[in-house]
């Protein structure tokens, strides 16, 4: 934690106190990237206070030059946050859940790195099974940008669209970062994060795709393999690898997708289930030329 993260859990500490000593609050978190000991000279303190019936819009305050926000909560608005990370209910056939999951990705981000004060110092508010909850979602919502990254991608490289498709390429690069960082458990920050999380977790740089263009396609075999071993990470597979499907004599864009009714490989609209095995198999052909 450097300094300037430092000073503003000092200044969280207070605050805190304030809010429950004076009654506004009956808990308070921080949240956030600070929660997670990330903080640069000017970065704002993220404080959450629960409290009953409808909740007070509080405004910001400047403490020691540090703007600190605070927003209040009421605990049934938590606890249908928490509700969604005790399952997941996810079927191919019937995505509404995952499109109201998605949507509330970034609170669900901030109960994650959520800390309640306990007068002696902060302690995570999520238990274990609910941060396993929020790692498949996660992990699933980055696959799905993943998915839909690559679909622009194509379109653009096969328009011969240069500009644009550089601009995705590094969205792409990114997104997969932030899919890795999932896979190994921890929550996915703002981008500027990224890159300091993923050291902190032992994840390995996301080397830059390079040169797209239509007439070669090795450049997107590290996503293809990126993708499925984050998602092997959170839904191990203990088949052996099997012949993979017939994709009518092209990989080129595929990418694979978990459900709770299975996996599937998915080239923009285009679902194809398949068996864990056969995941195996496709895996092992697209890394067939290296890693």
Same mark, same amino acid.
Request: net charge negative; proline share 5%.
């Given at each position: ?106 609170? &669900?981000? +901030? ?7 306990? #007068?002696?110092? /902060?302690? =995570?508010? *999520?238990?274990? !099974? ?48 932030? &899919?890795? +960082? ?7 920050? #703002?981008?500027? /994060?990224? =890159?300091? *999380?993923?050291? !902190? ?91």
């Amino acid at each position: 934690m450097n300094s300037s993260a430092q000073l503003r859990w000092e200044i969280a500490d207070r605050v805190a106190r304030e809010l429950l000593s004076s009654g506004e609050a009956r808990e308070v978190w921080m949240e956030g990237a600070l929660a997670c000991g990330f903080a640069h000279a000017a970065s704002d303190i993220d404080l959450r206070g629960m409290v009953d019936g409808e909740p007070p819009r509080w405004e910001s305050r400047l403490v020691d030059g540090v703007r600190v926000d605070r927003h209040a909560t009421s605990p049934e608005r938590v606890e249908e946050l928490r509700d969604l990370l005790r399952s997941f209910d996810v079927r191919r056939d019937d995505l509404g859940l995952f499109r109201r999951v998605r949507a509330s990705m970034h609170d &669900l981000m +901030c109960l994650r790195t959520a800390l309640t004060y306990t #007068g002696g110092g /902060w302690q =995570p508010v *999520l238990d274990a !099974g609910e941060r396993q909850g929020y790692l498949r979602w996660a992990v699933a919502d980055q696959a799905e940008a993943a998915a839909s990254l690559a679909e622009d991608l194509f379109g653009l490289v096969e328009d011969g669209l240069a500009e644009p498709a550089q601009v995705v390429c590094r969205k792409l690069e990114t997104c997969l970062t932030a &899919l890795a +960082c999932a896979a190994a458990g921890h929550p996915v920050l #703002g981008d500027k /994060w990224l =890159p300091l *999380l993923a050291r !902190g977790a032992g994840v390995p740089s996301v080397p830059s795709l390079g040169t797209v263009q239509a007439t070669t396609w090795g450049w997107f075999r590290p996503v293809q393999r990126r993708v499925t071993r984050a998602l092997l990470d959170c839904w191990p597979v203990e088949d052996s690898a099997q012949e993979p499907p017939d994709l009518s004599g092209s990989d080129v864009g595929w990418l694979p997708q978990r459900y709770a009714d299975g996996w599937f490989l998915r080239r923009g609209d285009v679902h194809l289930p398949v068996t864990g095995g056969q995941l195996l198999g496709w895996l092992s052909a697209a890394s067939a030329d290296g890693s």
